[in-house]
């Protein structure tokens, strides 16, 4: 598979107002939208679609859906910006880590649902052992972090080139979203540990992982319920858009069309978007 980026994600959300302050906050640019709802993104790329589930209730703690969804930012100078930023918005930070391959800081919005922003370090740098990549949970270096960024620069907002680098979803059983994402979709896996499973395309270090950290075992989930309703990966050409279509078929995934390409569900009901190039 050539490398696919991810496109927009779209959340079921219970309080759409409370979201959409939290995301101006934490720095997105909110776009133009048709109906009830609200859409954010860089520049005028959406990344994120917010839409309200009247009469809906809140996730289970243990059921599949997401774990986080991750902004990837175009360097480390941006990644500094960003966190100055978030600490003048008095934005609780959830975690940080450096993970060998990037450098990444953990929030939670307002219902409960994982964001990871981060930058990702040179690829040149990246160790791989055959198609296992080394990839960490260090302490990371705030104060390294920030000292890329003067202590009097403005964080405009979202920066060009900002999108989501990748989704990580909490499944009930790893091998299964390795049949369903390796096996029908064509992801590789670039590293197993614990409990979780990362996949990419192109020797990324990942686009999409899955782990049982807090859902093993779990059912289909309830499209009642809030939280992530569909993630897209966009299709480099026609050609692997086609291409996708029949690897799916051929697994006997059933698809179904959207107004930009087709969708799948995964074993837990995540839909998953192929959007043409």
């Given amino acids: 598979m050539t490398t696919w980026p991810l496109g927009a994600l779209d959340l079921k959300v219970l309080d759409l107002d409370r979201e959409v302050e939290f995301y101006e906050r934490l720095g997105l640019t909110r776009l133009p939208a048709e109906g009830e709802g609200a859409v954010f993104g860089a520049g005028a790329r959406p ?29 480390e100078q941006e990644l500094g910006g960003f966190l ?84 990580h979803l909490r499944v009930g059983d790893v091998a299964r979203a390795e049949t369903f994402y390796r096996d029908a979709l064509g992801l590789d896996i670039t590293r197993r540990r614990h409990g979780a499973s990362f996949m990419s395309s ?45 690897r799916l078929a051929q697994a006997g995934i059933e698809l179904r069309a959207t107004p930009t390409g087709v969708e799948a569900d995964d074993p837990w009901g995540t839909r998953m978007r192929i959007t043409r190039a």
């Fill in 47 to 75: 990344i994120l679609r917010l839409r309200r589930l009247r009469d809906g209730r809140s996730r289970p703690p243990r059921s599949a859906g997401l774990y986080h969804f991750a902004v990837l930012l175009p360097s």
């Fill in 84 to 167: 100055r930023r978030t600490l003048e918005e008095r934005l609780p930070l959830t975690g940080t880590a450096d993970h060998f391959v990037s450098q990444a800081l953990y929030f939670d919005d307002p219902e409960g649902n994982g964001i990871e922003v981060y930058c990702d370090r040179p690829s040149e740098s990246w160790e791989w052992t055959g198609s296992d990549l080394k990839i960490t949970t260090d302490p990371l270096d705030i104060d390294d972090i920030l000292r890329e960024v003067p202590s009097t620069a403005a964080y405009p907002g979202a920066p060009n080139g900002l999108r989501i680098g990748h989704v």
């Fill in 202 to 246: 192109g020797r990324y270090h990942h686009h999409l992982a899955g782990n049982v950290w807090h859902s093993a075992g779990a059912g289909r989930r309830d499209e009642s319920r809030a939280g992530l309703s569909w993630f897209a990966f966009e299709a480099a050409d026609a050609a692997a858009f086609d291409a996708a279509k029949a």
